[in-house]
Each structure stands twice: as structure tokens, then as C-alpha cells.
């Protein structure tokens, strides 16, 4: 979900990855299905893992999900704090997609206003506006 709402929303400016820690065959078909609710298609999706998205990013932004994920190489980071809805009941994935498109946007206008910086790779150094 938080990959197709960066793709609508963010892959104007930035191109996006998702990748999770564990193999799943399919996309969770209630995700896919709340997603496209709202006209974000997302049958053609397929789940990646972390090894399968570049080794560096600028931004990295984990779910929570109670997972402790590896160390990828960034220069922000940051974690939503988020539950995973899976084995939970549709309603709780259209909660979730809720929440997770909020946090895309407040990201989008973080980095808008420049109230993000980045660092690790280089001087730290606030972001210029998208």
C-alpha cells in the first residue's frame, strides 16, 4: 500500500522502491483490493525484498509492523510506527491505507517546506522544495 501511495503521489520527484524481509508470493489480495478502491491499481505488484531494490537510498521510511528490519545505507530515515493489518478484517486494511496515504502526503509537504535534511552521504543539508 505505502508503495502505491509514494507511486501517485511522490514518483513525480523521486523513484520509488518497497521491499519487505519476508517472501510472500502475491501481494496481499486485501491490500490490493482496499488500493483499488481509491483507483490505485495494484494487481501487476509483486512483493520484493530488500535485496531486490538498490543497496543505497536517499530516503528510507520504515512501517514498524513490530519487524526489525537490516541496516540499509540512507540519508533519512524514518519509521511510521505502523500495524500490519494483516489477518485483520477489510476494514482494517482501509484503515491502514488511510493512514499510510496521510503520511505520504505530511512526508511530501515536510520535504516541500524544507523540513527534512539529509546526511550519512555527505554535509548534512536541508532539502531543496520538490
Known sequence: MAEGWAKELLSDSFNVY???TEY??????????????VGIKMSMHQPKLLS???K??????TMGCNVKCPYVPNRHKEDW???DPSGGTLDDFRKTRDL???KVIDFKNRIE??????SL????????KL
Open 56 to 61: 543505497e537510498v536517499d530516503f528510507l521510511i
Open 24 to 37: 510472500y508470493k502475491e501481494v496481499k489480495p486485501l491490500a490490493v483490493h482496499v488500493m483499488e478502491e
Open 18 to 20: 518497497s521491499a519487505g
Open 52 to 54: 531486490d531494490i538498490p
Open 100 to 102: 499510510i496515504k496521510k
Open 121 to 128: 552521504f555527505g554535509p548534512t543539508k536541508k532539502i531543496d
Open 81 to 83: 510506527g505502523l500495524d
Open 113 to 118: 517546506e524544507g523540513d527534512l535534511t539529509l
